[in-house]
């Protein structure tokens, strides 16, 4: 059970989170997010919350895994016009925004590009980012963000067991995850802001949390295996490579 008062009485937001859709079971809180959105009962910032997700989609078309009652699923809906350019540092500030939450509890989160959330190396948190556009401006977006919270070692499937980790492993003791929800939210929310006005310092904050810059990272872009050192995230949040002395820009692949 997710208590969604207690979200909200710990929120700092302005719009973020006011409207929560809390469900005990639910394939995909992005699926749902879409479902609001296209019957007219989402507002900008709505929340969709579930205890148990049990089809949650991963980036690249991967599954989510969640363990009920002791991680957390949850999508926010942005329905305010923003121009592509800009959209493309949205997942981007949601990695960073996850990344702050954690750090708050005193763990030493790293992000992998686009936005893994890493704790000790190993994966604790994912975001997946679903759009529509019309023209050169999204018109609606879904931010989906899972994170491993309260799992033990037991608690994880064996296809991910040796790759995952949750916070309370990484820091010996469980945590309240209403409290976590409304942290990133709130950051998440900052963010928001931020973006309008000065989009760099999101590119800073995600460099900071970076654990792989001016490092070799490895690729697979068009079927062909590719590895380069990793330099930084450009003004769209796409990611720049030097390769054979010369920088590349992926807009969007996946890191092995
Ligand atoms: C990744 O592959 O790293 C991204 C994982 C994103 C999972 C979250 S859980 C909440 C939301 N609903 C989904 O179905 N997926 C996202």
Same mark, same amino acid.
């Given at each position: 059970?997710?208590f969604t008062n207690?979200i909200?009485?710990? /929120?700092r937001?302005?719009?973020f989170?006011?409207?929560v859709? *809390? *469900?005990?079971?639910?394939? &995909?809180?992005?699926e749902e997010?879409?479902e #609001?959105?296209d019957e !007219?009962? =989402?507002?900008?910032g709505t929340?969709?919350i579930?205890?148990h997700q049990? +089809?949650?989609k991963?980036?690249?078309g991967k &599954?989510?895994f969640? &363990?009920? %009652? ?5 999508s926010l809906i942005?329905?305010e @016009?923003i ?5 493309g #540092?949205?997942p #981007?500030?949601?990695?960073?925004a ?7 509890w005193?763990s &030493?989160p790293? /992000? ?7 704790l000790?190396g ?6 997946l980012c679903e759009s529509? #556009? @019309?023209?050169?401006? $999204?018109?609606?977006?879904v931010?989906?963000?899972? /994170?491993?919270?309260? +799992?033990?070692?037991n608690?994880l499937?064996?296809e991910?067991k %040796?790759?995952?980790t949750s916070?309370s $492993?990484?820091?010996?003791? %469980?945590h309240q995850?209403e409290?976590?929800? =409304?942290?990133?939210i ?5 963010y928001w802001e $931020? /973006?309008?006005e000065?989009?760099?310092e999101?590119i800073?904050?995600?460099?900071s949390?970076?654990?792989?810059l +001016?490092?070799p990272?490895s690729? !697979?872009f068009?079927g062909k295996?590719q %590895?380069g050192i ?5 003004h769209?949040g796409?990611?720049?490579?030097h390769?054979?002395g010369n +920088?590349?820009?992926f807009p969007?692949i $996946?890191?092995?």
């Amino acid at each position: 059970m997710i208590f969604t008062n207690l979200i909200q009485t710990n /929120l700092r937001t302005h719009t973020f989170g006011k409207q929560v859709e *809390y *469900y005990n079971r639910l394939g &995909s809180t992005n699926e749902e997010a879409w479902e #609001l959105i296209d019957e !007219n009962t =989402a507002t900008h910032g709505t929340l969709v919350i579930t205890d148990h997700q049990f +089809e949650g989609k991963g980036r690249g078309g991967k &599954s989510w895994f969640m &363990s009920p %009652s002791k991680g957390l699923a949850m999508s926010l809906i942005l329905l305010e @016009s923003i121009p592509v350019e800009k959209a493309g #540092l949205i997942p #981007l500030a949601a990695g960073a925004a996850a990344a702050k939450t954690l750090k708050n509890w005193g763990s &030493s989160p790293t /992000l992998k590009w686009p936005n893994d959330i890493l704790l000790n190396g190993k994966k604790a948190g994912g975001i997946l980012c679903e759009s529509r #556009l @019309s023209g050169e401006s $999204i018109q609606s977006m879904v931010v989906g963000a899972g /994170l491993n919270v309260n +799992e033990t070692g037991n608690d994880l499937p064996d296809e991910i067991k %040796s790759t995952a980790t949750s916070l309370s $492993i990484e820091t010996g003791h %469980s945590h309240q995850r209403e409290l976590v929800v =409304a942290i990133f939210i709130t950051f998440f929310e900052d963010y928001w802001e $931020i /973006l309008q006005e000065s989009p760099e310092e999101i590119i800073r904050d995600w460099t900071s949390f970076c654990g792989h810059l +001016e490092k070799p990272v490895s690729f !697979n872009f068009k079927g062909k295996n590719q %590895s380069g050192i990793f330099k930084k995230i450009n003004h769209k949040g796409e990611a720049c490579i030097h390769i054979d002395g010369n +920088e590349r820009v992926f807009p969007s692949i $996946i890191l092995e």
